[in-house]
């Protein structure tokens, strides 16, 4: 399990709150473990996109869970950041497909344009390259997700325009809403 040093102020303010009760909602009272992945893609919307061992704590004190149970489940899934990243994360598909049109030659044609190595975040904290698996688009190698967006058929020349379009505040990032 990764862990970060980065400090994080923890927010769960009226709004979320309001949120997580109504995700808990859905469930019996004696399930309420069942809400823990759409909660913790609530509370890692509502803090930088990262979450603090310290914000693990919260969210397993909310729920009634024991603190391991949340840091099992974060430490699985690619979804869940551990620490910091930048603004924009640009996650490259690893698996067959995207291998084997060259998704990894792109990851690191991508981080030494940006001067960074696989996991790491630029010094300007706008850009974070992470490998993953599978992200379900495999006819449309090489590809890699950005946000709730997913960028297809990539070349050098794509990725140098998206960073670019990156810089230029072009690319919104959509937060992803879980709805029932």
Known sequence: MEISN???????DAALTA????????????KRKSA?????HEVQDAHDNWLSIELQDKVAEI???????????VSFYTMYNQKPIGKYMFEFCRTSCCAIRGSEDL??????????KEGETTADGLFTVVGVECLGACGYAPMLQLG???????TKDKV???????RAGKVELHKLTITE
């Open 63 to 73: 729920i009634g869970i024991k603190p391991i149970e949340v840091y099992e489940v």
């Open 107 to 116: 990851m690191e044609y991508t981080c030494n344009k940006l001067g960074v």
């Open 6 to 12: 980065a400090k994080q102020v923890i927010n769960i």
């Open 19 to 30: 949120r997580i009760d109504e995700l808990l909602s859905h469930y019996p009272a004696d």
């Open 160 to 166: 140098d325009a998206l960073i670019d379009d990156c």
């Open 148 to 154: 709730d967006h997913y960028k297809e058929h990539l």
């Open 36 to 40: 823990l992945l759409p909660i913790l």
